[in-house]
């Protein structure tokens, strides 16, 4: 059973997914790590040579080579619901955290990271925020959990998602 967390850009899930992996003892995979290292590029780079099309094709391509019976901390891209075609697949491979934010957080969180994240480059905050507005449905729609990120930290957050998960507290087992 996976732990798969979605949520916008800046909302911290390989933060929260690696600290999870940590207590949980179990795998951690960041999405968009492997879909660069299949492409033998990184994700700019990709989104330059294949344009967003591409990349979608490739997080879902990613995404279906990973194993499915095995343990997995799953942390998405951004997009990763508007690359598939039914969001809800997603629970079929685990369950799905949705890590949520206010806007205003968000938009501090992404300052100075549009070199790594196509979507920014050359966006206007109003573009930025309509995307934002934009894809909440899809979370909803694809979340059995939904856990607000700017309200509690990333060892928090990991220890919620321990609970829901009905695997303890995840006290004691992170150094
Ligand atoms: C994207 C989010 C990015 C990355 C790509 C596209 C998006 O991942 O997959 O730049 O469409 O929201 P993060 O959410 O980890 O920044």
Redesign the pocket.
């Known amino acids: 059973m996976w732990m798969i967390l979605i949520g916008?850009?800046?909302?911290g899930?390989?933060t929260v997914g690696s600290r999870l992996a940590a207590m949980s003892g179990i795998g951690f995979m960041d999405?968009?790590d492997l879909v660069a290292e299949e492409a033998g590029r990184a994700?700019p780079e990709i989104?330059a040579a294949e344009g967003e099309a591409g990349?979608r094709r490739r997080?879902r391509e990613a995404l279906e080579s990973l194993p499915v019976g095995e343990p997995l901390v799953l942390?998405t891209?951004?997009?990763l619901v508007?690359a598939l075609d039914e969001p809800v697949s997603l629970r079929e491979r685990g369950r799905v955290f949705w890590l949520d934010l206010a806007w205003h957080t968000a938009w501090l969180r992404l300052q100075g990271t549009e070199d790594a994240?196509?979507?920014l480059a050359g966006a206007s905050p109003a573009q930025v925020q309509e995307?934002f507005l934009r894809r909440r449905p899809g979370y909803a729609a694809a979340a059995d959990f939904r856990l607000r990120t700017d309200l509690a930290g990333a060892e928090q957050v990991a220890r919620m998602i321990m609970v829901a998960s009905g695997r303890g507290h995840g006290e004691g087992d992170v150094g």
């Open positions: 916008f850009m800046g909302s899930k390989s999405l968009d994700v989104f990349f997080e942390a891209g951004g997009g508007d994240r196509p979507l995307l």
